[in-house]
């Protein structure tokens, strides 16, 4: 019968449109990173890895860049940089340490999430080095300086004088030891 | 074709027994068994509310401990907004839609069962968890991440299938009534005259499915967060717990409209039946309703504008959020325009339905105070939202829904119900609702925080205010209950009409109407144009 088989139609058509949107829904996930890293919002760092040669070193001009280090809540770890504040030229390549020290007796492994302030500066901070994007671990009360190579771009807009860099360090132990023992080829996360 | 076989099997009428609640595809027990569960919820969601309010009655911690007070104002808010208010629209829905449009049952039968079925045994698992190790979900109905996933108690992965399995009953319920009105319509009756009740539900059962598939993806990130070591709200692994916000909000802000727009339906059959006028402004009506279903789509981050969203995103969501009291002034001037010069008379639905014009008003006004976003940051998780939101969902859906309630009841048990009951009810309530929410905004600007099991000693006085008037409305519920009870076993009959001044298929049918109506198509014509 035909008003059978178009209520049927009409069923399918709808539950599929809800099938949709449930990827839709995930898909809402990287477009999130793509709208964050097209419009420069929310301070992510984008700009990693080497930079092309050709950038010019603007000596007449001078940034101040700071840094801050933070943990987040429960983490043990003294985390700190080892100058709080730099002065840098525009294209000019500068090496930063931070310094981290696991106080605790057992072994643990941290990730830091850097994050950059004023937002629209973000896209003008270019990571040549980090410890940021690898994990980091450490024995129990070991210690170790951690070098980031940065610099600034000469774009970056004139009204911004000082530039914050922050890195919060997260205790990642336990899920990579769970992820170990699932996967005992795998090499800690990577996402 | 269900609904021929189904005909065929039970020519006289529903099966006898238990069995006939359980195996049912007939559309009016349904709606009946929605109506019911809702009522249920409304009640236990009631109880717990009233908890809230008993431990904030005075400085300092008397009744409970802050975690339980925290799972109590979590499984509130989600047992009054998916158990209590969705619900009932549903048994609205089920009940009235097919009698509105001339159709004989809903265009999926057997699917309404199933989706009814679900309801149960989701809102048993999710307030098992009150009895489980570490206690129920205790985030707050909006469980952002990382609270609800980092630092959620072990019940949070049955709160999670509990959402699922309400989820697959909405969007089922949803595409159900979809079915019915595009397909089920009598000969005739073309879109701009569908009832308006139908006209509002179809636009929330397209919100429906549009939104409810995004809360399951968002709670199915949680669960893939808390149990397959995914990060998409955990900040360690390189997500992000605004993403969480922004997802819950894309989700959350069409359903907040999921649960008010069956509500304009209803209050526009109410009001041109007790002022004996014809509803102003049908067209305008429709539209109304389908501009603020397209804004609900684009006004979500007005819930965050804390996070730290830039200055270009505040402008954005806070004017797109301001036009949204465009087309609801078109409703309300639409409700006030139709009782102008009208011969009204104030029967228990009619003041429910007035009280909901001026008190959902109320409500709006301040939702657009927090939609002013240098403001919000002020506003922002007080008590000032607490008042605003629960001024456009009690007197606002639920008022609607008890309006429907008292409208309707004597279509559906074929007498009426003790109107002098109906009118105390009203009142107690409407006092009562004023009395608990309206001191919550002068609390809220004056910066008491949601979501407290104590407060600053300031505080005192209002707050009690507040819950003598929750317990005024808690127990006045009662009163309704008992007047439903009473008009099911019997009372004074109703003929077909009911009301005077009602017009639309549904009173054409006899009070109570067959267990299957129009089983052919009624003509359309020798009335005037429907509501």
């Known amino acids: 019968m035909s008003l059978a088989r178009a209520n049927r139609r009409l069923a399918l058509r709808l539950g599929l449109a809800a099938l949709l949107m449930f990827g839709f829904g995930f898909l809402l996930s990287p477009l999130y990173d793509v709208f964050c890293r097209v419009t420069g919002l929310n301070g992510k760092v984008t700009n990693i890895g080497a930079v092309d040669g050709g950038?010019?070193?603007?000596?007449?001009?001078?940034?101040?860049?700071?840094?801050?280090?933070?943990?987040?809540?429960?983490?043990?770890?003294?985390?700190?940089?080892?100058?709080?504040?730099?002065?840098?030229?525009?294209g000019e390549q500068r090496l930063a340490y931070f310094v981290a020290l696991n106080p605790t007796s057992r072994a643990m492994v941290a990730r830091a999430v850097p994050s950059i302030a004023p937002a629209e500066a973000a896209s003008y901070l270019h990571k040549i080095n980090c410890f940021c994007f690898e994990s980091q671990a450490l024995a129990g009360s070991e210690s170790q300086r951690m070098p980031l190579?940065?610099?600034?771009?000469?774009?970056?807009?004139?009204?911004?004088?000082?530039?914050?860099?922050?890195y919060t360090l997260f205790d990642i132990t336990s899920k990579t030891v769970a992820q170990r023992e699932a996967r005992p080829e795998s090499k800690g996360v990577s996402l | 074709m269900l609904t021929e076989t189904m005909a065929h099997e039970h020519p006289h009428g529903p099966a006898p027994g238990l069995m006939r609640w359980v195996l049912t595809t007939?559309?009016?027990?349904?709606?009946?068994?929605?109506?019911?569960?809702?009522?249920?919820?409304?009640?236990?969601?009631?109880?717990?509310?009233?908890?809230?309010?008993?431990?904030?009655?005075?400085?300092?911690?008397?009744?409970?401990?802050?975690?339980?007070?925290?799972?109590?104002?979590?499984?509130?808010?989600?047992?009054?907004?998916?158990?209590?208010?969705?619900?009932?629209?549903?048994?609205?829905?089920?009940?009235?839609?097919?009698?509105?449009?001339?159709?004989?049952?809903?265009?999926l039968p057997r699917m309404n069962n199933w989706s009814f079925w679900i309801l149960p045994f989701a809102f048993s698992l999710m307030i098992s968890t009150l009895f489980m190790e570490g206690g129920a979900p205790n985030f707050g109905w909006t469980f952002y991440a990382p609270l609800s996933t980092t630092y959620a108690p072990p019940s949070v992965t049955f709160f999670i299938f509990a959402v699922h399995m309400m989820g697959i009953s909405s969007i089922m319920g949803a595409i159900n009534i979809i079915a019915t009105i595009l397909n089920l319509r009598a000969p005739g009756m073309t879109m701009m005259k569908l009832p308006l009740f139908a006209w509002t539900w179809l636009i929330t059962a397209f919100l429906l499915i549009a939104v409810?598939?995004?809360?399951?993806?968002?709670?199915?990130?949680?669960?893939?967060?808390?149990?397959?070591?995914?990060?998409f709200f955990d900040a360690a692994g390189g997500g992000d717990p605004v993403l969480f916000q922004h997802v819950f909000w894309f989700f959350g802000h069409p359903e907040v409209y999921i649960m008010i727009l069956p509500a304009f339906g209803i209050i526009s059959h109410i009001i041109?039946?007790?002022?004996?006028?014809?509803?102003?402004?049908?067209?305008?009506?429709?539209?109304?309703?389908?501009?603020?279903?397209?804004?609900?789509?684009?006004?979500?981050?007005?819930?965050?504008?804390?996070?730290?969203?830039?200055?270009?995103?505040?402008?954005?969501?806070?004017?797109?959020?301001?036009?949204?009291?465009?087309?609801?002034?078109?409703?309300?001037?639409?409700?006030?325009?139709?009782?102008?010069?009208?011969?009204?008379?104030?029967?228990?639905?009619?003041?429910?339905?007035?009280?909901?014009?001026?008190?959902?008003?109320?409500?709006?006004f301040s939702g657009l105070m927090l939609a002013i976003a240098p403001v919000d940051f002020q506003y922002h998780d007080t008590y000032f939202v607490v008042a605003h939101f629960h001024y456009v969902l009690v007197p606002g859906a639920i008022f609607s829904i008890m309006a429907a309630t008292y409208f309707w009841l004597p279509k559906w048990t074929g007498n009426y119900y003790n109107e002098q009951l109906g009118k105390w009810h009203f009142w107690l309530s409407f006092v009562g609702v004023n009395i608990?929410?309206?001191?919550?905004?002068?609390?809220?600007?004056?910066?008491?925080?949601?979501?407290?099991?104590?407060?600053?000693?300031?505080?005192?006085?209002?707050?009690?205010?507040?819950?003598?008037?929750?317990?005024?409305f808690g127990f006045s519920q009662l009163l309704f209950v008992y007047n439903?009870?009473?008009?099911?076993?019997?009372?004074?009959?109703?003929?077909?009409?009911?009301?005077?001044?009602?017009?639309?298929?549904?009173?054409?049918?006899?009070?109570p109407p067959p267990y299957h109506s129009f089983t052919t198509p009624p003509v359309l014509g020798d009335q005037r144009e429907p509501i």
């Open chain 1, 55 to 90: 950038i010019t070193v603007d000596k007449q001009r001078q940034v101040q860049v700071q840094f801050l280090a933070i943990n987040n809540e429960g983490m043990p770890w003294r985390f700190d940089p080892e100058e709080t504040q730099i002065s840098v030229h525009p």
């Open chain 2, 272 to 364: 041109p039946t007790f002022a004996r006028k014809r509803l102003f402004g049908y067209a305008s009506m429709v539209y109304a309703t389908s501009s603020i279903a397209f804004l609900s789509f684009i006004v979500w981050a007005h819930h965050m504008f804390t996070v730290g969203m830039p200055l270009a995103g505040e402008l954005f969501f806070m004017f797109s959020t301001m036009l949204i009291a465009v087309p609801t002034g078109v409703k309300v001037f639409n409700w006030v325009a139709t009782m102008y010069r009208g011969s009204m008379t104030f029967e228990t639905p009619m003041l429910f339905a007035l009280a909901f014009v001026v008190l959902f008003s109320i409500g709006g």
């Open chain 1, 149 to 166: 190579v940065l610099m600034i771009d000469p774009a970056l807009p004139a009204h911004i004088k000082t530039v914050t860099l922050s």
């Open chain 2, 436 to 472: 608990t929410f309206f001191p919550m905004h002068f609390i809220g600007l004056a910066g008491m925080p949601r979501r407290i099991p104590d407060y600053a000693l300031q505080f005192a006085d209002f707050n009690m205010v507040a819950s003598v008037g929750a317990f005024l």
């Open chain 2, 212 to 231: 409810m598939p995004v809360l399951a993806g968002v709670v199915t990130m949680m669960l893939m967060d808390i149990h397959f070591g995914t990060s």
């Open chain 2, 26 to 107: 007939n559309h009016k027990d349904i709606g009946t068994l929605y109506l019911l569960f809702s009522l249920i919820m409304f009640l236990t969601g009631g109880c717990m509310a009233l908890v809230i309010r008993a431990e904030l009655f005075q400085p300092g911690l008397q009744l409970v401990q802050p975690e339980f007070f925290n799972q109590m104002t979590t499984m509130h808010g989600l047992i009054m907004v998916f158990g209590a208010v969705m619900p009932a629209f549903v048994g609205l829905a089920n009940w009235m839609i097919p009698m509105m449009v001339g159709a004989p049952d809903m265009a």
């Open chain 2, 484 to 511: 439903i009870i009473r008009c099911v076993q019997g009372g004074y009959g109703a003929g077909n009409q009911v009301w005077e001044g009602a017009e639309g298929l549904e009173w054409t049918l006899p009070s």
